[in-house]
């Protein structure tokens, strides 16, 4: 019997090597931590960051799909239908919605991490402290998940793939 190439499906193995679980008491610290900072922020500097705060929240998660995506653009790694903005906590901004090689992800976040905090800090030189500050809370706060995502894996092999589901992160090797 002649096997049927046409329509056939390719499919993938891959072993699951660590799955990093966001528990709900961790997602409840995740969300309230702005809050937290929000507090802080207004005893320590100004009244005004709580409308800073509002304003840098938008333009971070637009600096950070701007150097994500010109990352992915600069390297040639493929786009469209791999990526995508996310609005779900914990994975907030551009994410993978596929599986995703482990360096490529790395990369993306570490740049989007360096640059992000550059960026946050040239504004110290033309806007109030407190927006500055602001800036840099809110760039943290939504690369978190995904900085704790790398760090939990850092001690595994580097070859391997990630997969971003709703309340946890899986690394896989292929």
């Known amino acids: 019997m002649e096997p049927n190439t046409k329509g056939a499906a390719t499919f993938y193995q891959y072993k699951l090597i660590k799955k990093i679980n966001l528990t709900a008491p961790l997602l409840r610290v995740y969300i309230l931590l702005p ?23 938008p333009v971070m998660f637009w600096v950070q799909y701007v150097i994500s995506r010109s990352v992915l653009l ?20 551009f994410m993978p919605d596929q599986h995703i090689s482990y360096r490529i992800f790395r ?3 570490l740049h989007n991490f360096y640059i992000g905090l550059c960026i946050a800090a040239l504004f ?43 309340s946890d992160a899986s690394y896989y090797s292929q």
Do not use: D
């Open 35 to 57: 809050l937290l900072v929000l507090v802080l922020e207004t005893v320590f500097l100004s009244w005004w960051s709580i409308l800073y705060l509002i304003i840098a929240a």
């Open 107 to 109: 990369k993306v976040q």
């Open 124 to 166: 110290i030189f033309w806007s109030p402290p407190a927006f500055t500050v602001s800036l840099i809370i809110c760039h943290l706060w939504l690369l978190l998940p995904r900085l704790y995502t790398l760090f939990k894996i850092n001690q595994r092999n580097k070859e391997g793939m990630l997969k971003f589901n709703p």
């Open 74 to 93: 600069i390297s040639g790694h493929p786009i469209s239908k791999r990526w995508s903005i996310s609005f779900k906590i914990p994975w907030l901004g």
